[in-house]
């Protein structure tokens, strides 16, 4: 199994290397974010262990590239920013795993892995239904090629919808997933964020994409 470490800390890439080979792994290393992202690209590597702050490129901004180009190699993230919105952002970029420094070399490996057990799975970052399509990395979404207004809930709950098309959604799936709140059976929030999504993703076609069940709750359908 070979693994490339992309580390700017000299004396943490080399500790981390040599731990890796001494457990059995083929390790290179690079110490920017353009070299990792070349050699990421070039090399069929089994996963790829990434810092946050590195120069020329970030290791987000390096992973937004891969998955942009949908290399689906394993990726462990390693920053010592651990704020949860900062793990948050890594997964939601396509990263397999989160590690915050600093760390024990023994849950490194034990986190390399569990993300090289898990098959191969090519990750889907633009969604689409019809002429419409989400682009969950760039947070853009387009019908008929024209790029819609949305605020940034208004593309959660599009996303949601998009990556569960044809089936239906209860409002309180809705409300748990998009809102992280427990069902309240007197709101009506999320009838007012599907009336918005209405306006910009239908308004003006013909052939309708946002279909409310009734009794059930709300699907994004694919045009027959």
């Known amino acids: 199994m070979r693994i490339?470490?992309?580390?700017?800390?000299p004396k943490l890439l080399e500790s981390v290397r040599k731990g890796l080979k001494?457990?059995?792994?083929?390790?290179?290393?690079?110490?920017?974010?353009r070299e990792g992202l070349e050699r990421a690209l070039e090399d069929d590597y089994d996963a790829l262990v990434l810092d946050v702050m590195l120069p020329g490129l970030s290791g987000l901004d390096v992973l937004r590239e891969l998955r942009k180009r949908r290399r689906a190699t394993p990726v462990l993230v390693l920053s010592a920013r651990s704020a949860v919105e900062d793990r948050v952002r890594g997964l939601d970029l396509g990263a397999d795993d989160y590690l915050a420094k600093p760390f024990s070399f023994a849950?490194?490996?034990?986190?390399?892995?569990?993300?090289?057990?898990?098959?191969?799975?090519?990750?889907?970052?633009?969604l689409?239904?019809?002429?419409?399509?989400?682009?969950?990395?760039?947070?853009?979404?387009?019908?008929?090629?024209?790029?819609?207004?949305?605020?940034?809930?208004?593309?959660?709950?599009?996303?949601?919808?998009?990556?569960?098309?044809?089936?239906?959604?209860?409002?309180?799936?809705?409300?748990?997933?998009?809102?992280?709140?427990?069902?309240?059976?007197?709101?009506n929030l999320v009838e007012v964020y599907v009336n918005y999504l209405r306006k910009k993703v239908d308004a003006g076609h013909e052939v309708k994409l946002i279909h409310t069940v009734r009794g059930a709750g709300y699907v994004l359908r694919e045009p027959s």
Do not use: C, N
């Open 4 to 9: 490339l470490v992309v580390e700017d800390d």
């Open 22 to 33: 001494e457990a059995g792994f083929g390790a290179d290393g690079a110490s920017d974010g």
């Open 107 to 126: 849950e490194l490996l034990a986190r390399l892995r569990a993300i090289t057990r898990r098959p191969a799975v090519e990750p889907q970052t633009v």
């Open 128 to 187: 689409s239904a019809g002429d419409l399509t989400v682009d969950t990395v760039r947070h853009e979404a387009r019908r008929g090629g024209q790029l819609l207004e949305l605020t940034p809930k208004e593309f959660s709950l599009l996303e949601y919808l998009a990556r569960r098309k044809g089936v239906v959604l209860t409002r309180a799936m809705i409300l748990d997933h998009v809102w992280d709140l427990d069902y309240d059976g007197g709101s």
